[in-house]
Every structure is written in C-alpha cells, then in structure tokens.
C-alpha cells in the first residue's frame, strides 16, 4: 500500500504547491473585504495565518518521521513545505504590522510583551532557512553544515508553540495540544537506544 | 436616584438626524432591529470618522467574551441560546440591612430604566459603542439597605455547566468573579443593563442582568449577575486570580499604562473593517470629568 502510495507520489512534482500556497491567503483577505470574516476581520486573519504557519511547521517536522516510521517518503516536498510556511509567518507577520499595531510601538511591543518577542525570534530563525532553501545554497555550504543549519527548524517549531502558549488568557487546551504534537514530533527523532547506550557506558 | 446622568453620546450627536428618524422608526418596530442593525453600518460607511457611531445589533451580539461560554469571540453567540434566564433571582447579602434571594422582577420593580450610549473598552485594546438599556446600581443596592461599614460590593456570575459548556474547562476558577469600592459602584455612570437597542439584552451579552462600568475595562462589567455581596474587604475578583501582574482591582481605563500584553495608547474600533485606523484612547475611557475625582491622591500606574 504505502509502496504503490510511494511509487505514486514519485510521478508528482513539488512546484505546484508554490502556486496553491497563496491561493488560501488571497481567500482570506476577499472574505475579509466582503465582510465575511465575521466581525473582526483583522483578528481572525491574523490568528487564521498564525494557525497555518503553526500547521506548516508541524508538517516539515512530520516528513522524517512518516518516512522511518511508516516508510511514508514525503522527502521531495519538505523545502516547498518549509518555504510556504516561511511565507504565512511572514504575512502573519505583516498583517500584525500593517493591519492590527499599524506601526504603533512597534520596538516596544518586540521588547515588552513576550508573546510577541518569542513570535519574533522564531521568525528570525526562519530568515536564514528561507535563504538557504536552494540547491545553490546547499552546494555553497556543504550538506553537512547545511543540514545542521536546518535543524534550527527544531528551535523555530518549539518557539511556535511557547508563542501560542503565552498568547492565550487564562487556560487553555488548544496551544497545549500543539506544543504536545510538536514535542512528540521531535522526541520521534531521538534515538532512545543510543541514548540509553551511551549514558550506561558512561556510568 | 435614577437620571443622575445624562447622556454625552446621544443619537442626535451621533448621526445625521433624517438618519436618526430613520432609525428610531425601525426600532420602535422590534421585529425590524435585524434591519436597523444594517442601517447603522451603512450609515457609519457614508460618513466615516464619525467615531461616537453606535455599533450595529450584530455587532455588540456577534462578538463577546464570555468564557462559560467558550473562549473564541463568535462562541458565546453560537452557545448561549440555551441558557435559561427565567426565571431568576439574586442574592443579596453581606453588610445589607435586606439580605435574601430577590426574584429579579421583585428586585427591579418600580425602578427607572433608561438608556446609556457609552463606549465600551476591552482590555484586549478593542472598543465599542453600545446603546444599553439599563438601571442604576444604586437605586438597586438602595433596596437592598446598605450598611454603613460597608465598603465593596462583590458581583458573581451564574455557573450552570449543563447550559454553559465553557465552564467545563477551567480557563478561569469559576464562577466569575468581580467587584467595584462602594463609591464606584453607587455612581451615577454604574448601570445594570437589561437590555441593549430598546429589546432585552442577549443571553451572549449577559442576560437577563450585568454590570456596565464604562470607564473601566470590559471584563470589570460582569454578565448574567446571581449574587452581590457587601463587604469591608477588597473582594477576589477573577482575572485578579488568575495573573494578579496583568489584571488589578481597579482596572481604570488609561492610556498611560501599557498592560503586560498590550499598549492602551490606542484602540481598534470594531466595525470600521480591515483597514479602519486605530484611535486614541482616551482617560477614563472618556469619562475622565465624571469620574477622576474618585481616585484623587491614589498613583494610578500602581492600583492599575
Ligand atoms: C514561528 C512563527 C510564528 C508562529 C508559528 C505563530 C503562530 C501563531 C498562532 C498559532 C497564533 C494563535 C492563533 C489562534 O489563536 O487561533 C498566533 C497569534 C498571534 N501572533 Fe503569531 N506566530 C508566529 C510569529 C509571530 C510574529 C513574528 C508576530 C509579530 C511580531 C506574531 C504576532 C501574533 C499576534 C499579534 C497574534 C494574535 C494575538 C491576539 O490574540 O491578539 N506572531 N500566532
């Protein structure tokens, strides 16, 4: 099954989802302009984009262990993955500059509320990955340092869900829920065996 | 002691007058307020920067925190329908010289009903305009007979988990919880609002009583009352409890002290759309002559 699932997905290439990716942001904002975003149009564009880059996020960390857990290879997709989701943060992002602060305490606002900050550092760590997403890149820095640059990705996932957690009032399920599937996701990747190996000859 | 106030914002100030006509026309009709709701936007588009436009109906019923009801602003709309608000009644007790259980007909009986449009600012650093209908704090503690020791009055909300399927997650220590100093509370702006537009306010907008504090931030105006309490200490109030570094007693509408998540320089007006320009937000929410000379003498960036 996953093998004809594999052999399948071989046959489709990756650039469409560069053309679809902003099909769902145009949409948001001509419903928001229709007044069909419900009453506040500028927040739920801003939390709708923050979910998505949350999801995408997910998705790039699912890649790795789909394959080594159901041999499920979704390889060839990651960078488009990786590089949409670069974009939704980027437009949410925006939309909170242009759209909900219009520029107003700006650097207060970074340095003050924390929610904010921890947004912003994982955005920050997605400039570089987001530049180096190219073949070019990867030859100019060599896959050992590229793929160890990447790994940031970690970073970049756990300050997603701290930023949703803080973001909340009161208590809440819902960023909790993520910040448990990221932390799965990544505990997926660790090679409890060797760990475990390692810590016994050292005792 | 009822029509201590006037109002500043009426509908004559705030629109046009043909459209105010207009407007009182439709809504003496009540089966048409979905109507007048679509006017008033239509209104506000042809002449915009009028910023003391009352919200339409679907406005201030579409869009509310009430966490009983679930934290997303649409939820309390799609929740509350079911909450039973008849019948229903009060406790009152505490430092009064009538405690017991009021039936909320009995209570208000005889009490005059009339019509505030006050701004209406969130913490969350959004802001409304809202014509309630509604009945002075005071004329009701008056029935009541407060004591002189006196010195707080507590507000608790209804906990029904069977109607209110918010309450099952503990976002906040149920019940909710709020409170006013007695001066606060028996001035003349502090209204228990039973309706909104002339009709009987929503269940989502906390029915069948709440509190409406303007110059202080929403979540001070507790919803769908079941109990006051007087007493001679400061009272626990909810979001107090759940991050006393974010949320004082007092909580003062003020542009000059940032809450922890947000700046209150300025707000976000809802229904001005996607690119409607922030406004300032003023002292007091507007209310400053009313009201500053309460907190003569106190730091207001320290009893935030
Ligand atoms: C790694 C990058 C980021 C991710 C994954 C992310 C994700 C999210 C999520 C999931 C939400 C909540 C959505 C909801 O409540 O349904 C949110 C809200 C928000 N985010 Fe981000 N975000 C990121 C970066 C940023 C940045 C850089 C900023 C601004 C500097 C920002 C500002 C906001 C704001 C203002 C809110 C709404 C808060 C409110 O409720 O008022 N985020 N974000």
Known sequence: MI????????????????????????????????????????????????????????????????????????????????VITFFYVLAHLLVWLVLDVQFQ????????????????????????????????????????????????????A??????????????????????????????LRVDWRALGARTQARA | MANRWTNTLSWNDVTPEAAFLNRRQLIAGAAALGAAGSIAGSVSAQDSGD???????????????????????????????????????????GMVDNPGDYALEDLIAGLTVEERIYRFRCVEAWSMVIPWNGIELKDILDVAGVQSDAKYVA????????????????????????????????????IMATGIYGRDIPNQNGAPIRLVVPWKYGFKSIK???RITLTDEEPQTSWNMANAREYGFFSNVNPNVDHPRWSQATERRIGGGLFAARQDTLMFNGYEDEVAAMYDGMDLAEFI
């Open chain 1, 3 to 82: 093998g004809a699932f594999n052999s399948g997905l071989r046959r489709v290439p990756a650039w469409p989802l560069y053309i679809l990716a902003p099909v769902p942001v145009a949409w948001l904002f001509w419903l928001a302009v229709q007044g069909q975003l419900g009453i506040d149009p500028t927040k739920s564009i801003e939390h709708q984009l923050g979910l998505w880059a949350l999801w995408g996020l997910i998705a790039g960390l699912a890649v790795t262990p789909l394959r080594k857990h159901l041999g499920l290879n979704l390889l060839k997709f990651r960078r488009a993955i990786g």
């Open chain 1, 105 to 156: 305490n700006v650097w207060a606002d970074i340095v003050k509320r924390w929610y904010i900050t921890i947004g912003m550092l994982g955005f920050a760590f997605m400039v570089p990955l987001a530049l180096t997403s190219n073949n070019w890149s990867i030859r100019r820095v060599g896959p050992v340092a590229w793929r160890r640059l990447h790994k940031a990705t970690y970073v970049v």
């Open chain 1, 158 to 187: 756990l300050l997603g869900a701290l930023h949703f957690l803080l973001l909340v009032k009161g208590f809440q399920w819902e960023p909790i829920l993520y910040t448990g599937v990221i932390v799965s996701l990544l505990a």
């Open chain 2, 51 to 93: 910023a003391l436009e009352p919200n339409t109906w679907e406005e201030i019923t579409g869009y509310n925190n009430y966490y009983e009801f679930g934290t997303g602003k649409e939820d309390p709309a799609r929740n509350a329908g079911q909450l039973t608000t008849q019948p229903w009644s009060i406790k009152i007790d």
């Open chain 2, 155 to 190: 507000f608790e909300t209804l906990v029904r988990p069977s109607e209110m399927p918010g309450v099952a997650s503990r976002v906040l220590d149920w019940p909710y919880r709020e409170g006013l100093r007695l001066d606060e509370a028996t001035h003349p702006l502090t």
């Open chain 2, 224 to 226: 769908s009352i079941v």
